[in-house]
């Protein structure tokens, strides 16, 4: 079955960066676009990046931008999110997800993982 | 940027049928498909409906989905209502000019 299992979370101080990976199993990873989305302590979800299948277009939340680099490993069937200069307001859990039509970004999310806990804090 | 609205909790009856609205601030409705997310407590979203009024498999029939481009908005309408449905509810759509997504603030369902 499609499985999709985010780690790499933890603590850390603001300023600092940390890098989230998603592993993905029972589907073919390289044909499908993947998105990272965040839900802070108590709050909604808010997307945070998409990249397309061969990485040629990734999009941003605007309050990410220049912090955050989207990646991905076909090879490995992983998904990365880099994420540089830390705020506190970054705390969230971060899931991965996957776009639901092949070689193309329609922006819908039809399977998630179970999210990684990001903290950012002195 | 748009901005999707959802009324913030709604409850109801079991047995009973409810609706959860999501109004888009700009742009129209019709333009971009809506998908709707569930999300009970402790777990992760999964999808209620997509592209506007879709059902993946294994959602029942009381779920379906709307779009009304008078008032520019999605609904979300849940029939027999069943404990089990208690969850938050999430809308979702997207811009492609300034490609993004945007996740309405979430509504509570309360199945009382």
């Known amino acids: 079955q499609v499985q999709l299992v985010e780690s790499g979370g933890g603590v850390v101080q603001p300023g600092r960066s940390l890098r989230l990976s998603c592993a993905a199993s029972?589907?073919?990873?390289?044909?499908?676009?993947m998105h990272w989305v965040r839900q802070a302590p108590g709050k909604g979800l808010e997307w945070v990046a998409v990249t397309s299948y061969d990485e040629s277009n990734k999009y941003y939340i605007d309050s990410v931008k220049g912090r955050f680099t989207i990646s991905r490993d076909n090879s490995k069937n992983r998904l990365y999110l880099q994420m540089n200069s830390l705020r506190p307001e970054d705390t969230a859990v971060y899931y991965c997800a996957k776009e639901h039509y092949e070689s193309s970004i329609t922006y819908y999310m039809d399977v998630w993982g179970q999210g990684t806990t990001v903290t950012v804090s002195s | 940027n748009f901005m999707l609205t959802q009324p913030h909790s709604v409850s109801e009856s079991p047995g009973k049928t409810v609706t959860i609205s999501c109004t888009r601030s700009s742009g129209s409705i019709a333009s971009y498909y809506v998908q709707w997310y569930q999300q009970r407590p402790g777990s992760s979203p999964t999808t209620v409906i997509y592209e506007d009024n879709q059902r993946p498999s294994g959602v029942p029939y009381r779920f379906s989905g709307s779009i009304d481009s008078s008032s520019n908005s999605a609904s979300l309408t849940i029939s027999g209502l069943q404990t089990e449905d208690e969850a938050d509810y999430y809308c979702q759509s997207y811009d492609t000019s300034n490609p993004h997504v945007v996740f309405g603030g979430g509504t509570k369902l309360t199945v009382l």
């Open positions: 029972g589907f073919t990873f390289s044909l499908f676009g």
